[in-house]
Every structure is written in C-alpha cells, then in structure tokens.
C-alpha cells in the first residue's frame, strides 16, 4: 500500500487517532446510520473533541493550526475505514471559505463552533435548474436595509438536512454572471422561512444526509456575506476549487484501498476449482493491476498536494486528480466486486457498499466532464 514520503511522526500520530476513531465511532454503527439515512450530531462533537474537524483552523479560532496534510489523512483514514457517509469533507469544505476569505470578526464568530462540532456546516451551490454552470444560479440575496433578503432552492445538499451553518452561493446581482455572484454565511436555528424539503434517497452513500433547501424571503445581516466585498463568490470558488477536487483524489485513493483489502481478504477464503479464487491467475493479475493503479494515484495526489503547498497547484492539474482518481476507483472497486461473484451483489459484503458509493465520486464536485473541459482549456488545442 502507498507509502506517503510527506507522513512524518506527527501524521502517523495523528492517523492513528483518526483511524481509531473510525474503527470505534463509525464502523460499529455503519448499518443503523445507514438504516436511519443520517449520522447523528454526537458523532460531529466527539470528531471535534479530537481535533479532527478542525485540525487545519487557526489555533486563534478554535482549530490545531496545522498544514492541510492533516486533513489529507483524515480523508483517507475516513475511505481507508469504509465510510464516505460521514459528510466531514463538505464541513471542512465550507469552513475553509471562511478561514481563507472571512474577516477577523467572522473567523471569530463562526469557526469555533465549526472546531467543536457543535455545529455543522454544508456547502450550497447545486440548484434543482443548474448543478455545472454555476454562474446560472437563480437564487438571489438582495441588499435591503441591513440586511439580505434570500430567495430560491437548492438542491442535493449534503449534510443539508443537519447543518446549522450553510455557505451559500448567492447572485447579489441577478443581473450580472460569475460577478453577481456572492457566498453568504445562512445560520439555519430558528430562521424564518428557511425550510428543508426531501431527504433524499440515494442509490449510495445512504448514511450521508442529502437534501433540498429552500429560502423564502430569508432575511440574514449584511455581515453575513463572506469578505467585505460582493462579486467575489466565484473567484472564491475557483481559488478553493482545486483543493476541494484534491481531496475527492484522496478519498478515491482511501476508498480503493479499502476495496483492495477487503479482495485480497476474501480470494484467500473462497474456492473454486479445488483452488483459491487467489490461485487463478486471472484473479492475481487483476489484484496487481489494482494495486498499481492504487500506487499511481496516491503518487499523484501527493504531487498535488505538495504543489498546493507551494501555492503551485493548478486547477487543471487539480482537475486531473479529480477525474482519473474518481474513475481509477470505480474501476478498481468493479474489478474487486466482479472477484466476489454473486457475494459481492449483496449488501452484507462491505465491497457492495464500495461499488454504490463510488458511482457519485465521479459526478459531484464538478462532474469528470467538466474536469476534462478544464485540462482541455489548459492545453494549446488552436
Ligand atoms: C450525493 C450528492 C451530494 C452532493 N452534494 C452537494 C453539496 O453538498 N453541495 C452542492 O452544491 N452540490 C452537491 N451535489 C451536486 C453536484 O455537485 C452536482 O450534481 C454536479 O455538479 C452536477 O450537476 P447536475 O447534477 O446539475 O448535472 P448537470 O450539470 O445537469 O449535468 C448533466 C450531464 O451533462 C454534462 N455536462 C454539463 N455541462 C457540460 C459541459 N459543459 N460539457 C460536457 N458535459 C457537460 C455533465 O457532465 C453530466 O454528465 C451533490 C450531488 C450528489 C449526487
């Protein structure tokens, strides 16, 4: 299994906390959260009592102040345990409009409570008319007295249904494109005529809370607009955007991993033939490509993230990590199912879960055609 050159002893020490935590918190309850469609809010405090949720926040707001390398390893610890139901990646996510471009007071205000898990956070781009083109969003936050009145629907939200905190991607001017567009900060408690529509129900990832939200004349202060500077949301979302996909490379990488030993575990067991399943040579070819393809993509991603280190990381490069990651991984958990047989139809068998919870991967985030779009931008195509 990859072997991460950045992991120094404060990683592994870390990662053997995540990893515990996982194995402790989530794996024994996988089945009643996924029954219950939702992962309770208990979950969210004890994460944040181990500095889990906001390891990479300032120290001054609550946070450990640590290098995004730490939420790398949370990210793979959370896939390399079996889960993507845990929406901790869009909390982090959405808290990190607020460290990168909040002001002092809203840092203050917000993030640490974010730290803690005593509140969630979700991200609120998709609407049910526009999930790719985003400066066609039609939900409007217009400026009236001290306040911005909010309008519209959003749709597949995750961690929708929980959140107490919503980044929400807004056009403070309906008539401008990408420049009308502004992120608002929307606390959810007691708000009048904001409502959570569907729960929806998914083919995979079904722990995970996926819902609509909708805003009827929602009034929140002026404050509330992330900066001090309207027009910025899409540039805010470019300039984040790269990471955001970096972390759907890890989480694929996590996830084939997870795929690879639950295979490797189970050809050793069953037979046919008079042989393991791990005596065919079919099934060890089809092993070491996995492994292979696992070795590439963590190499990869680890470039990524060193070049997001030195401020260097590209969106089309980002892109890349994005697309060929997500679709290495549907491929590697396709390969690792088909060497279950029929065992790995059935939901018993954690590759199951695998296989359903990857086919998102390559749709959310911006879809891989759109990642293609943005590498093809990068290249001299005239
Ligand atoms: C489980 C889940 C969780 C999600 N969580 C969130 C969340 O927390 N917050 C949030 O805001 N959104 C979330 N989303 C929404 C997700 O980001 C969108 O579904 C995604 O961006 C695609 O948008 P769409 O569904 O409207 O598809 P569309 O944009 O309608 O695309 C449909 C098809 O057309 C293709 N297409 C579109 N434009 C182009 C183009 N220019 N060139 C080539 N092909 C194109 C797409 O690739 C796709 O194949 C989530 C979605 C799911 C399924």
């Not at 089945?31 to 181990?50: C, Q, Y």
């Not at 390893?73 to 909390?91: I, N, P, R």
């Not at 609407?127 to 400026?143: C, H, N, Y």
């Not at 980044?167 to 309906?174: E, G, I, Q, S």
Request: proline share 3%.
């Amino acid at each position: 299994m990859p072997n991460h050159m950045w992991m120094r002893e404060d990683h592994n020490a870390f990662a053997a906390t995540v990893k515990r935590f996982f194995d402790e918190e989530i794996t024994p309850n996988k089945d009643a959260w996924t029954e219950a469609g939702v992962i309770p809010k208990s979950l969210w405090k004890k994460a944040g009592t181990l500095g889990i949720l906001g390891a990479t926040f300032p120290e001054a707001h609550g946070g450990l102040g640590l290098s995004r390398h730490f939420d790398a390893v949370t990210f793979l610890e959370q896939t390399k345990a079996g889960d993507s139901g845990w929406g901790v990646s869009v909390h982090n996510i959405a808290a990190h409009y607020i460290t990168a471009f909040g002001t002092e007071e809203q840092k203050a205000r917000w993030l640490p409570d974010l730290a803690s898990g005593d509140k969630i956070a979700a991200i609120a781009m998709t609407e049910p008319g526009t999930g790719s083109d985003l400066q066609a969003v039609k939900t409007t936050a217009l400026r009236d007295g001290n306040e911005y009145l909010i309008n519209g629907a959003k749709t597949f939200i995750t961690n929708g249904a929980t959140a107490d905190l919503i980044v929400l991607v807004a056009k403070t001017d309906p008539t401008a494109k990408g420049r009308g567009v502004s992120l608002i900060v929307v606390e959810t408690e007691g708000l009048e005529g904001f409502a959570v529509g569907r729960r929806l129900k998914k083919m995979g990832m079904k722990r995970n809370d996926t819902a609509e939200l909708s805003f009827t004349d929602v009034r929140v202060p002026l404050t509330n607009l992330i900066g001090t500077e309207e027009g910025q949301g899409f540039v805010q979302l470019m300039q984040q955007l790269p990471w955001e996909r970096l972390i759907l490379g890890y989480m694929a990488l996590g996830a084939s991993q997870c795929a690879l030993e639950h295979t490797l575990t189970y050809v050793k067991e069953r037979k046919a033939f008079g042989q393991r399943v791990m005596d065919f040579q079919n099934t060890r070819f089809k092993l070491a490509e996995c492994a292979t393809k696992i070795e590439l993509l963590a190499a990869f991603c680890d470039q990524c993230l060193a070049e997001l280190d030195a401020g260097q990381l590209t969106a089309e490069k980002a892109a890349m990590a994005k697309w060929w990651g997500t679709q290495t991984q549907c491929e590697i958990v396709d390969e690792c199912l088909q060497l279950h047989g029929g065992y790995g139809y059935m939901s018993e068998y954690p590759i199951s879960e695998l296989y359903t919870d990857a086919r998102v991967q390559k749709i959310y985030g911006g879809t891989n055609e759109i990642m293609k779009e943005v590498i093809a931008r990068s290249l001299d195509l005239d």
